[in-house]
């Protein structure tokens, strides 16, 4: 063996014997692949689980590592996968075509159907009914929208109208088809319009979840006030591949401390998360039926001074019951925050029971290669070691490369954790002992002696030289 081969061997050595294991971690999960190496997957994805959230220790995610089943650390990196980077808004106004109601009784005579389109095939003018002598106008109650511009998933209807300008609540029903002859049911939502004490009340979109059609027909269900100007829009959400699915979950709701006292006429609700999570959403929905408040949603934002309290959101939640259907607010779209694990809602009226708080969040992504041999796992958790920084990124180009610039690693999933280092990983290494300093003292105490030393003699000399 030549020099340099032993040397590369000695490093390598080294290396290894000072790499990180699964015993530095507090728990490990093991990670469920659907297929091996030898089936062409290099690299695979994991998104973060609340369980694994549960054990982080280090603000920047460095304490989560991958180790394969010989216990080396293989490349392991943290991907972006904001959502506002994947996904495009698009909203498109739809030309509304009021259905006028068929004539009754017996005096009705022929059907009518006058349909016209213009060059490009779209809707212009579409009138049905039945000819009768009688001259009372009708109610419209039907509308028909041309959605054949638009070229895509077609993810809610917004509505829009000039009067009323208040107390509307108008229920829908939404039909879609393609050759104005056969129809299937693509949704139903209510729309409203209402003030009420100091505040104002407004929802003007009807969740469709993603139907394709090129025209829709909406039913208003309920026999409240015509609806003048109706107008409408069809938004659309073009979402990339690798934004991970959004999760929620209901925060519990914990006891505010008795000795903090509240501003007069404010009622405190305090929740936490299990685990601290990377929050995008919050859910707010009040208690009881016809009931409404202005609420501030705050968290308590980790690392700041005296762990202080920061504003969220402010929204008008209400709760109002039309029929069958609870109607309440929207949710709250938060921007980008740390990982949140304390929430608290305040009320400035009196509310008879705590709202519901759900949270919406994106886990966090991480892309490991699969270096080795499987199974592999994911460690997690502790105050003493951090994981090397690998370029994955550039593995993944070169995958991107030959598999297309629109391919992503296949998603992994973890299973139940299982304890390693356990407690002891978690705290942290004891303070080094300061031998520069005792060193330093120790100088410092040693000539001050010497000097005292030079002192003394110094007096006996002039004592013993006195006449």
């Not at 081969?5 to 699964?22: E, G, I, R, V, Y």
């Amino acid at each position: 063996m030549n020099v340099r081969a032993l040397l590369a061997s000695t490093l390598l050595a080294a290396s290894a014997a000072n790499a990180n294991t699964p015993a530095d971690y507090a728990y490990t999960f093991p990670i469920e692949t659907a297929a091996s190496p030898q089936d062409g997957n290099s690299a695979w994805r994991i998104e973060l689980t609340p369980e694994v959230y549960a054990w982080v220790q280090d603000a920047a995610l460095r304490d989560v590592e991958v180790f394969n089943a010989a216990r080396l650390p293989v490349p392991f990196a943290r991907i972006a996968t904001e959502p506002a980077a994947t996904s495009r808004e698009q909203n498109v106004p739809l030309p509304v075509l009021a259905l006028p109601a068929a004539a009754s009784g017996a005096a009705a005579s022929d059907l009518r159907l006058v349909i016209d389109r213009d060059a490009d095939g779209r809707l212009r003018r579409i009138d049905a009914g039945e000819q009768t002598p009688a001259t009372t106008k009708s109610t419209v109650r039907d509308w028909l929208l041309d959605a054949s511009a638009v070229d895509r998933a077609i993810d809610s209807v917004v509505l829009a109208w000039t009067a009323p300008t208040s107390g509307v609540v108008a229920r829908f029903s939404i039909e879609a088809g393609d050759d104005l002859q056969t129809w299937r049911n693509a949704g139903s939502g209510t729309v409203l319009a209402l003030e009420q004490a100091g505040a104002r009340l407004e929802r003007h979109d009807i969740v469709l979840g993603g139907v394709r059609a090129k025209y829709l027909r909406l039913h208003r269900l309920d026999d409240g006030a015509d609806l003048s100007g109706l107008g409408a829009q069809a938004h659309s959400v073009e979402r990339g591949h690798a934004a991970p699915a959004r999760g929620w979950l209901d925060a519990a709701l914990v006891a505010t401390p008795a000795d903090v006292e509240l501003p007069a006429g404010v009622a405190r609700f305090d929740y936490a998360l299990a685990s601290a999570l990377p929050i995008h959403a919050a859910r707010i929905e009040l208690a009881n039926d016809n009931a409404l408040a202005p609420l501030t949603l705050s968290a308590r934002m980790p690392g700041s001074p005296g762990r202080e309290w920061s504003d969220l959101a402010r929204v008008t939640a209400f709760r109002l019951r039309s029929g069958d259907e609870t109607i309440r607010n929207s949710d709250i779209d938060l921007t980008s925050t740390p990982r949140l694990r304390e929430f608290r809602i305040e009320s400035r009226v009196p509310l008879a029971a705590a709202p519901r708080l759900a949270l919406g969040y994106r886990p966090d992504s991480f892309v490991f290669l699969a270096e080795g041999d499987g199974p592999w796992t994911l460690a997690v958790g502790s105050a003493r070691v951090r994981r090397a920084d690998y370029p994955v990124d550039a593995a993944l180009a070169g995958l991107r490369a030959k598999s297309g610039k629109d391919w992503q690693p296949p998603l992994a999933k973890l299973g139940a954790a299982r304890e390693s280092a356990g407690a002891i990983a978690l705290k942290p290494p004891p303070a080094p002992t300061p031998w520069r300093r005792w060193l330093l003292w120790s100088v410092l105490v040693a000539g001050a002696a010497v000097v005292g030393g030079f002192a003394i003699s110094l007096l006996r000399g002039t004592r013993d030289n006195k006449p």
